[in-house]
């Protein structure tokens, strides 16, 4: 899967060259954020990091990070895949303990849903035009 992300991203620049890098490193660096952020949240709560848990992190990051991939600055994407991270994983743990609803595969509308969108809001918040890109 993280693999595979590199397509979202990398055909939605429609360009190539440094725009294409920039949305390469910051995909890489979205999916570490998310899983560190994810991985200590998780730790913080329950104190049993495991497997599932990482790679939930990983979709975490990887979504909050598709629709700015392009167009947000390294540091700027470490905060949006951070923050997307802990908040999806807040999601997910109130969900679970309040709803006595089992986890679903990766937690899907957590993940997707709720990192997304914070994404998407991210996207006009850190935008920028620095790699020649305009709006």
Same mark, same amino acid.
């Given at each position: 899967?993280?693999?595979?992300?590199?397509?979202p991203n990398g055909g939605a620049t429609i360009a190539s060259g440094q725009v294409i890098a920039v949305a390469f490193t910051n995909r890489q660096l979205a999916a570490c954020a998310g899983v560190l952020s994810w991985m200590f949240a998780l730790y913080v709560f329950t104190e049993s990091p495991d497997i599932l848990s990482l790679c939930s992190g990983l979709v975490c990051g990887l979504a909050s990070i598709t629709s700015e991939a392009s167009y947000a600055s390294h540091?700027?994407?470490?905060? @949006?895949?951070?923050?997307?991270?802990?908040?999806?994983? @807040?999601?997910s743990h109130h969900k679970t303990l309040h709803f006595?609803?089992?986890?679903?595969c990766l937690d899907i509308y957590a993940c997707h849903g709720i990192g997304g969108a914070r994404g998407g809001i991210a996207t006009g918040l850190f935008a920028i035009t620095e790699y020649g890109l305009t709006f």
């Amino acid at each position: 899967m993280w693999l595979g992300w590199f397509g979202p991203n990398g055909g939605a620049t429609i360009a190539s060259g440094q725009v294409i890098a920039v949305a390469f490193t910051n995909r890489q660096l979205a999916a570490c954020a998310g899983v560190l952020s994810w991985m200590f949240a998780l730790y913080v709560f329950t104190e049993s990091p495991d497997i599932l848990s990482l790679c939930s992190g990983l979709v975490c990051g990887l979504a909050s990070i598709t629709s700015e991939a392009s167009y947000a600055s390294h540091w700027a994407v470490l905060v @949006i895949a951070a923050i997307g991270g802990v908040l999806t994983y @807040i999601y997910s743990h109130h969900k679970t303990l309040h709803f006595k609803e089992n986890r679903d595969c990766l937690d899907i509308y957590a993940c997707h849903g709720i990192g997304g969108a914070r994404g998407g809001i991210a996207t006009g918040l850190f935008a920028i035009t620095e790699y020649g890109l305009t709006f």
